[in-house]
């Protein structure tokens, strides 16, 4: 694990933290606006006019930037999962942008994911594998991501509230998690040249996936909170990755006595994600409108003296 590969892996953690927060924040003050009738093509035309989204979305692209930079001397099983302290860096980034602070349930949760998360990359310490992926076995991969990605959309699409931003962050993050595959997978064909790059069928299968990441990342932020769908989406990212390394481009990780380590570190996970399950932001206003068209949070002070004018 080269400390090039952390820094770029971070950097990207950081942008990628910083747009969905951006976004998020466009999303809440859109729903406001929609009314109780809107669809996710509407909303699009609505929010790139608006600069936090459009702010988003340049951070997006400058993920991606910075992803493919971290794939292309590390390997998938290493990037994506660093790519889980963007838990962290959204709640600093969000605190900033909502003017409020998460409570101390919520960031125990997050830092028990993400903890878990480092424990067990650091006891599999995932091996570099190929630059691409083993021939013939993209198809079978692509098969299951679609299989996948549809159920869960599917799923999410029946239900509200904070378990529909769970399920179609998770499958925002099953995609991305393709996505990434597919962007390792340029990256290590680019010695062929970028003309024969070009040529060939993998960059335009990231493009497709990548929108239809991009969409579901949008349904997602318009469901719920980032509290109920960014661990989703982080964490399932992460764990694709995983799956998607060992699987085309042969990465393997430690197993025999590392097995423990590994097993405290899947539950952390486990406890992270129970612990932000029952958290009041899932199901409260951290990141909602309100908090993001009004500023701060009035003091006890100002809301008495507004309760006095109106009863005046």
């Given at each position: 694990?080269?400390?090039?590969?952390?820094?770029?892996?971070?950097?990207?953690?950081?942008?990628?933290?910083?747009?969905?927060?951006?976004?998020?924040?466009?999303?809440?003050?859109?729903?406001?606006?929609?009314?109780?009738?809107?669809?996710?093509?509407?909303?699009?035309?609505?929010l790139?006019?608006?600069?936090?989204?459009?702010?988003?979305?340049?951070?997006?692209?400058?993920?991606?930037?910075?992803?493919?930079?971290?794939?292309?001397?590390?390997?998938?099983?290493?990037?994506?999962?660093?790519?889980?302290?963007?838990?962290?860096?959204?709640?600093?980034?969000?605190?900033?942008?909502?003017?409020?602070?998460?409570?101390?349930?919520?960031?125990?949760?997050?830092?028990?994911?993400?903890?878990?998360?480092a424990?067990?990359?650091?006891a599999?310490?995932p091996?570099?594998?190929?630059?691409?992926?083993?021939p013939?076995?993209?198809g079978?991969a692509?098969?299951?991501?679609?299989?996948?990605?549809?159920?869960?959309?599917?799923?999410?699409?029946?239900?509200?509230?904070?378990?529909?931003?769970?399920?179609?962050?998770?499958?925002?993050?099953?995609?991305?998690?393709?996505?990434?595959?597919?962007?390792?997978?340029?990256?290590?064909?680019?010695?062929?040249?970028v003309?024969a790059?070009?040529?060939?069928?993998p960059?335009?299968?990231?493009?497709?996936v990548?929108?239809?990441?991009?969409?579901?990342?949008?349904?997602?932020?318009?469901?719920?909170?980032?509290?109920a769908?960014?661990?989703?989406?982080?964490?399932?990212?992460?764990?694709?990755?995983v799956?998607?390394?060992?699987?085309?481009?042969?990465?393997?990780?430690?197993?025999?006595?590392?097995?423990?380590?590994?097993?405290?570190?899947?539950?952390?996970?486990?406890?992270?994600?129970?612990?932000?399950?029952?958290?009041?932001?899932?199901?409260?206003?951290?990141?909602?409108?309100?908090?993001?068209?009004?500023?701060?949070?009035?003091?006890?002070?100002?809301?008495?003296?507004e309760q006095?004018q109106?009863?005046?």
């Amino acid at each position: 694990m080269s400390a090039l590969t952390v820094v770029l892996a971070l950097f990207a953690a950081l942008s990628n933290a910083a747009a969905s927060v951006l976004q998020r924040r466009a999303a809440a003050q859109d729903e406001e606006r929609a009314g109780a009738v809107h669809t996710v093509l509407r909303s699009l035309q609505r929010l790139v006019r608006d600069p936090y989204w459009v702010g988003g979305a340049a951070l997006l692209a400058l993920t991606t930037v910075l992803q493919g930079a971290a794939l292309a001397v590390g390997s998938l099983a290493v990037v994506q999962p660093l790519m889980a302290t963007e838990l962290l860096f959204t709640l600093m980034v969000g605190s900033v942008v909502f003017h409020r602070r998460p409570d101390l349930r919520t960031w125990l949760a997050f830092v028990a994911l993400a903890v878990g998360l480092a424990l067990f990359l650091h006891a599999a310490a995932p091996s570099a594998g190929h630059d691409t992926a083993t021939p013939g076995r993209w198809g079978w991969a692509g098969l299951a991501l679609f299989v996948v990605v549809t159920a869960l959309a599917s799923v999410g699409s029946l239900v509200r509230g904070a378990p529909r931003a769970a399920l179609f962050g998770s499958a925002s993050a099953v995609a991305f998690g393709g996505t990434a595959g597919l962007l390792k997978e340029v990256t290590g064909r680019l010695p062929q040249g970028v003309g024969a790059v070009l040529t060939q069928w993998p960059p335009y299968a990231m493009a497709v996936v990548g929108v239809i990441s991009f969409l579901l990342l949008q349904s997602a932020l318009r469901a719920g909170t980032l509290a109920a769908s960014q661990p989703a989406l982080t964490l399932g990212d992460a764990l694709t990755s995983v799956a998607l390394g060992w699987a085309l481009f042969g990465e393997q990780i430690a197993l025999g006595v590392r097995v423990l380590p590994e097993l405290i570190g899947v539950a952390l996970i486990g406890l992270g994600s129970v612990g932000l399950a029952r958290a009041p932001s899932v199901h409260g206003a951290w990141d909602t409108a309100p908090a993001a068209r009004d500023g701060p949070e009035p003091s006890r002070q100002e809301q008495e003296q507004e309760q006095e004018q109106r009863g005046t």
